[in-house]
Nanobody, 113 residues
Framework: QVQLVESGGDLVQPGGSLRLSCAASGSISTLGWYRQPPGKQREVVAIIYSDGNTYLEDSVRGRFTIARDNTKNILYLQMDSLKPEDTAVYYC??????????WGQGTQVTVSS
């Protein structure tokens, strides 16, 4: 079974930046970042495919960047110009894992003054 561990969440002021990391147990072709704001449904944030193409949700496009280091098997989410609406628990997952409802602990991102 694929093992994914998120880290890097923190309290940050609006307009600030944060980088999340996801350590994977093996090399995985397609990975994504998801988030669940307080009291809301979980949603996809960004996806990086095996060919390097990426998908970004409309509200984060231009502010967030998804990338991966294949030598270290680490997935990153660089978050800039953070807004209070970005406050959520952030998760990394495979597409299959997300469809099956298998999630890790996630990492808390809080954007507040």
């Amino acid at each position: 079974q694929v093992q994914l561990v998120e880290s890097g969440g923190d309290l940050v002021q609006p307009g600030g930046s944060l980088r999340l990391s996801c350590a994977a147990s093996g090399s995985i072709s397609t990975l994504g970042w998801y988030r669940q704001p307080p009291g809301k449904q979980r949603e996809v944030v960004a996806i990086i495919y095996s060919d390097g193409n990426t998908y970004l949700e409309d509200s984060v496009r231009g502010r967030f960047t998804i990338a991966r280091d294949n030598t270290k098997n680490i997935l990153y989410l660089q978050m800039d110009s953070l807004k209070p609406e970005d406050t959520a628990v952030y998760y990394c997952n495979t597409i299959q894992g997300s469809m099956r409802g298998i999630w890790g602990q996630g990492t808390q991102v809080t954007v507040s003054s």
